[in-house]
Each structure stands twice: as C-alpha cells, then as structure tokens.
C-alpha cells in the first residue's frame, strides 16, 4: 500500500459495527407500526441513501407510514442499540491512532444523518480525529455519486490520486472509484453480499493496513 496525504472513511460498517443495528433499527420500527421484517433485508441496501432505505423495508413489510413519525421512532431504537452494542470495528482504534499520531489529515463521509455521525465519533472517542465531516445533510446526490468524497478532498486540499478510501458497500466503493481514489474494502459478516471487486485490496482488520 502506497503513502497517501489523506484518508476518508465511510463510518457504519467502515469503522464501527454499525450496521446490523441500523438494521435491527429499522425491522424494530416496522415492528412498532406491526409490520415485521426481517432486518437482514438491509444488506440489500446499505450505503445507499435513507429514502431508498427506507423505502425498500416500507416495500417488503407491506406498509407506508409518514416518514418523519417512522424517522423519529428509528431514532429512539437506534440510539438504544447503539448505547448497548457499538464498537469500533478490529484494528481501528490503533490505526486511527496511528493516522492522528503522524498527522495525516482524516475525513468522515456518512451517508448517515449528522445526528447519528455526531453521535458515533463521540461514543467511540475518535471526533478529534477528523478535519473533515460529511453527513446526509451536507450533499445533494447520495452514493454511489461521488459528491461527499469530492467535496472532502476540496476541503482537504488533495487530489484524487494522493487520497484513499475506506468503504464496506458497493455503494460506497462505487463513490470512492468514481471521484478517482484508491478504494480499501473492509469486509464483515454483515456486507457478505456486496461486490468489493472494485477495491484495490479488502481487508477484516486494520492491522493490516499497517504489515
């Protein structure tokens, strides 16, 4: 792996194991409106915007709910979840730390709400990390168009070519190939089912980033 000036990161599922809960969220909250589903439909459409999310469990359950009603009841799971069972996903507390050590500037690009991003940098302790934030909120096209990352190199002064991505959807990666960055794949259990073909290497673990 080359030396690179900055390093974005997708955060659910990238850096912390936040996507099955996303998940659990969501069928918890089709559940409330008794509709229930079966969170792994979620591996369908991870990474890609919360309408489309959303809209893909709205189709399997059955039912149409007022977004906003259904958006805030999400929030009140989710944030239970993530309370009882985030962590940071294996080898990147150590790498963070290594990037934060050496100076590298970092950048966050979330296709999450900025409540949610806000929330997970500071239970994990890592906000200090990051020069750079970019949540739902902060763009207009949503990945797989590359506009968060292209909008975090400009704030981060670098090229394409002197930047990596870190991703775990074919979303994500699809972003990170298309704004012209190196894409590193983090793989879990969760993302069995996206293509990471388009990464220039996969990884299960941040330490390996570092052998």
């Given at each position: 792996m080359?030396?690179?000036k900055?390093?974005?990161?997708d955060?659910?599922?990238?850096?912390v194991?936040?996507?099955?809960l996303k998940?659990?969220?969501i069928?918890?909250?089709?559940?409330?409106?008794?509709?229930?589903?079966?969170?792994?439909?979620?591996?369908?459409?991870?990474?890609?915007h919360?309408?489309?999310?959303t809209?893909?469990?709205?189709?399997?359950?059955?039912?149409?709910?007022d977004?906003?009603?259904f958006?805030?009841?999400?929030?009140?799971?989710?944030?239970?979840?993530?309370?009882?069972?985030l962590?940071?996903?294996?080898?990147?507390?150590?790498?963070?730390?290594?990037?934060?050590?050496?100076t590298?500037?970092?950048?966050?690009?979330?296709?999450?709400?900025?409540?949610?991003?806000?929330?997970?940098?500071?239970?994990?302790?890592?906000?200090?990390?990051?020069?750079v934030?970019?949540?739902?909120?902060?763009v207009?096209?949503?990945?797989?168009?590359?506009?968060g990352?292209l909008?975090?190199?400009?704030?981060?002064?670098?090229?394409?070519?002197?930047?990596?991505?870190?991703?775990d959807?074919a979303?994500?990666?699809?972003?990170?190939?298309?704004?012209?960055?190196?894409?590193?794949?983090?793989?879990?259990e969760?993302?069995?089912?996206?293509?990471?073909s388009?990464a220039?290497?996969?990884?299960?673990?941040?330490?390996q980033?570092?052998?």
């Open positions: 080359k030396n690179y900055a390093y974005l990161f955060l659910d599922g990238t850096l194991n936040s996507e099955p998940g659990k969220a069928a918890l909250t089709c559940h409330d409106y008794g509709f229930p589903v079966d969170y792994h439909i979620y591996q369908d459409v991870m990474g890609q919360w309408s489309a999310v809209a893909h469990f709205f189709r399997q359950a059955g039912f149409s709910p977004q906003a009603e958006d805030q009841k999400f929030r009140a799971h989710y944030e239970q979840l993530l309370s009882r069972q962590a940071l996903n294996a080898g990147a507390a150590d790498y963070l730390q290594w990037l934060k050590n050496t590298q500037p970092c950048a966050v690009v979330s296709s999450g709400a900025r409540w949610m991003v806000e929330c997970i940098l500071s239970a994990m302790q890592i906000a200090d990390i990051f020069s934030v970019i949540g739902r909120e902060d207009t096209r949503h990945k797989p168009d590359p506009e990352y909008s975090a190199l400009s704030q981060l002064g670098v090229t394409p070519e002197e930047a990596v991505v870190f991703e959807s979303a994500g990666i699809a972003a990170g190939v298309a704004c012209g960055c190196d894409v590193v794949a983090f793989a879990h969760f993302n069995a089912h996206n293509d990471l388009k220039v290497q996969v990884i299960s673990d941040y330490d980033m570092r052998r």
